[in-house]
């Protein structure tokens, strides 16, 4: 009775903290047995820690309220956590990690507000089978970056934001919890907060009370959910369109007007979105409201809490003149966090080597609802274009992984995200629907949705689930594909006696040393002509589960001018041309469009899959760089399909940035300056003109381009139907910058004097980093070594956004004695920073490397012997980039 007044008093304001702090001060303190030293949990959450936990606890229920003020860099709390225990024979850690307790009272036992190793033990002799209640006050810190309370602060108005983002394991830096994924609960919260503020949570509000300056508001119970899918945001949010019938928008004041138009597509797609995947699921939303909130600066293009879906705001509301790609990456974004309120948030993963049970199936189900809802986009060369390659390109290193992660402690989750979970896996999904027929793999999903329904779920349920509905044998078919890494390489060889297609075989061989053979199931095209009105095409279904294959051959089946062996895009792996359909395709030395039969390929997705097997063998060091590029430059100036366009012109720049020396390639420089300046100013549609741009501005690494760029700021030279953006405005500025142009001063001065906003000063100070001085370099290098507590500490987004100008391609010499350094700071990064920064510094550290002195650095870091594994993994999976350069570049001196 005592705690809940102080609870009743502590959900007003610090005001009342006085009071508060007089009546703790006269409680009796009673020391009960503790944990002997050196005996506890130890840091994070281990995977025994968690089990024995699950074991024990059930039925939880949080009570939490926060006290929310302006400037402030902490909140005080307040908790009642209630929960069942069948076992009461050992202490039970609660973690609570990087904040402090103010007061604590387990049952009727006060406890000293003692942490260690990031958790409060509850000594056993105040533990009682059945329920158990817990009473803490607490303090959690609120920062622009490095907590898990974060406070953005909108230069443009003054208005300042809190929001919390709690995945993997930062839900304990915020409130004292059993932060694990199969420990769920029902939360209740309470916020106060300025009375101008709105408060989002995964619930509605029941009810918001004002006293002068401050109000409370009290949100009703949620389902049970996992701790890292508990959120709330706070600040002077505006609704934007409110619509009866439609998920509600919420956007920063400043936003409003660049919103509005946007937000009815957002609303729109996710209305669709939900009745369709609650019919494909054959099971209704599963949440009583489903908001959105646009955050700036926020790490992930979007996080799925339970009810209230964050979005990155950049990646709703477009700084950049957007193209038709740019809005299908939006509504691909939008319907992936959307299916994670079934797949995640319904069913949630046991624990975090499972995490492609939610981001897997999130990212696929994305692409099959765009196939149902908008097939006149494609989504499936999308796919193909955009999902494939980021997974080929980490499963063919040494530090690639299985989909299935070993995680001991999930203090390493994050070590769990990327390229393998997020591309992989949907790629694999993609397969296993091919194998088993759409029926059955719809049905296998609603059977282990019906079964696990507001609970946890591993891998093998899935699996089961899969087997039921189709009667096969998935299991060894996913013990292939998800416990092992790497992938195949698949090639054709083929044979023609007297114009008949004589013999077909596919051969496979893994990528890495580890001799796996996978199980495949693809089609093969046979093409008889470059694609024109007078070519034909043949498929052959194929399957393939040892190193070689013989295909069967119909009878008077004519010789194919060119095979494709993964037709359609249905298998994972890395398909090759082989020989005789490569020469085909690409006639050495053909500079004529008429005569270059891959550019004449008239259906998208097939010349896509083409142009990307040659792009292969480039990364191969099978064919010269200088080759595609002029193939490229072929295409692209009579390129009709944007995505294609697209895709060349990232290639194009990394022939020319990597690939080809600086030396290199002359003339096909002076060709790409011509083409896609004229594509810029003339292609046929406004998306070629815009990606024709973006590639321009990527390109243009001389004074003739530096010129155009700058009378694009002016105004001088304009693009049809194009209005330059303030984010299109900046890579301009960026690129003169670091390009070393004389023109950069005055082009930056001028745009840092128009774009006076929170982004704008984010941009300027991002650009800069790319500024070819030593001095520079040493400042922001500075930049990033501090701590996130630090408070002259730059946001997290502004750091990320600076990584890749401090790196620029051209400047090595200066930027090459930092790669030392940048992989000595690893251990704080992965420790410090959110999921993603650690691949993006990676990224851009060794990305804009290209010397044997820059790999001898990665080799003698990888040489030490008490490297954290984990780390040593993402070094080899973004080393293996630079090592493939270096063997182009000695394969191709151009």
Known sequence: MFLHAIQTLMKGRRLRCALYFAMAAALVITVRAQTPAGTGPGSGVSRELARSRAARLSDL?????????????????????????????TDLPVDFRDATLDQVKINDHILPSELRDGHLLLPADTLQLGENTLSLRFTSRVEAAGAAITRYVDKEDGSEYIYSLFV???????????????????????????????????????????????????????????????????????????????????????????AEPEVPELQTITQRGMTWLADYFHQPFPFPKYDMVLIPGFPFGGMEHAGATFLREDA???????????????????????????????????WFDDLWLKEGFAQYMAYR?????????????????????????????????????????????????????????????KQLELRLGQAAFRDGLRIYLAQHAYANAEWSDLIAAFHQASGQDVKSWADAWVLRR???????????????????????????????????????????????????????HATLDKADASISVPRDTPCPSFIYANAGDYAYGRFLLDSQSAAYLA??????????????????????????????????????????????????????????????????????????????????????????????????????????????????????????????LSGKLTIPGMELRPLDRWNIVGKLISSGSPLAADAFAAQQKTDQSSDGLKYAWAVQAGRPDSAIKADYFAAYTLSPKDPAAKPEDWLTQSLRPFNSWNQQELTEPYLKRALAQLPEIKRDRKIFFLGAWLGAFLGGQTSMTALDDVHAWLGQSDIDPDLRRKVLENADELERTIRIRTRFPE
Not at 531 to 537: I, K, Q
């Open 486 to 540: 790497g992938m195949p390489e698949v090639t054709a060889v083929f044979a023609c006696s007297k114009g008949q297609l004589a013999s077909l075989s596919l051969h496979q061989r893994d990528v890495l040393p580890d001799n796996f053979v996978w199980p495949i199931t693809t089609d093969v095209l046979l093409q008889e002509g470059g694609g024109g009105e007078a070519s034909r095409s043949r498929m052959l």
């Open 61 to 89: 229920h949080y009570d939490l309220a926060f006290d929310l003020e302006r400037g402030s860099r902490e909140t005080h709390g307040v908790e009642t956590l209630k929960f069942n225990l069948k076992d009461v024979s």
């Open 316 to 350: 709703i509301l477009f700084r950049q003149a957007p193209t038709a790609s740019d809005r299908f990456g939006r509504d691909v974004t939008t319907l992936h966090e959307l299916t994670h309120q079934w797949f995640g948030d319904l069913v949630t993963m046991r």
């Open 369 to 429: 609802a765009m196939d149902a809802l908008h097939p006149e986009t494609d989504p499936w060369k999308y796919f193909f274009e955009d999902i494939k390659p980021q997974a080929y390109g980490i499963d063919e290193t040494e530090g690639t992984t299985p989909i299935f992660q070993d995680i001991p402690n999930l203090k390493d989750a994050k070590s769990a995200y990327g390229a393998i979970v997020y591309q992989k896996a949907p790629a694999i999904l």
């Open 168 to 258: 993997p394991m930062d839900a304990s830096m915020a409130f004292p919890c059993f932060d694990q994924p199969d420990l769920k609960a029902r939360f209740t919260l309470t916020i106060d907060a300025p009375t101008a503020w709105t408060v989002i949570s995964n619930t509605a509000p029941v009810r918001k009370t004002s006293s002068g300056a401050v109000s409370q508001t009290v949100f009703s119970e949620t389902k049970p959910i996992s701790t890292y899918l508990f959120a709330f945001a706070a600040g002077p949010w505006v609704r934007v369109h409110h619509t009866p019938g439609l998920s509600d928008v919420y956007v920063r004041h400043s936003q409003v007007k660049r």
């Open 587 to 712: 006639p050495p030395e053909k500079t004529d469009a008429r005569d270059v039969p891959l550019t004449q390929i008239r259906e998208p997705f097939l010349s896509s899959q083409l142009f990307t097997a040659l792009w292969e063998n480039v990364r191969k060091a099978d064919f010269a760089p200088s080759r595609f590029a002029q193939l490229a430059l072929i295409d692209l100036d009579h390129e009709s399909d944007e995505s294609i366009s697209r895709i060349l012109g990232g290639h194009l720049a990394t022939a020319f940035h990597a690939y080809i020396s600086p030396d290199g390639g002359s003339g096909l420089r002076a060709t790409a300056y011509e083409i896609t300046r004229r594509r810029m100013l003339q292609a046929p549609s406004l998306g070629l003109r815009i990606v024709s741009f973006r590639t321009f501005v990527s390109i243009a690494d001389g004074p003739r381009a530096w010129s155009d760029l700058n009378d694009l």
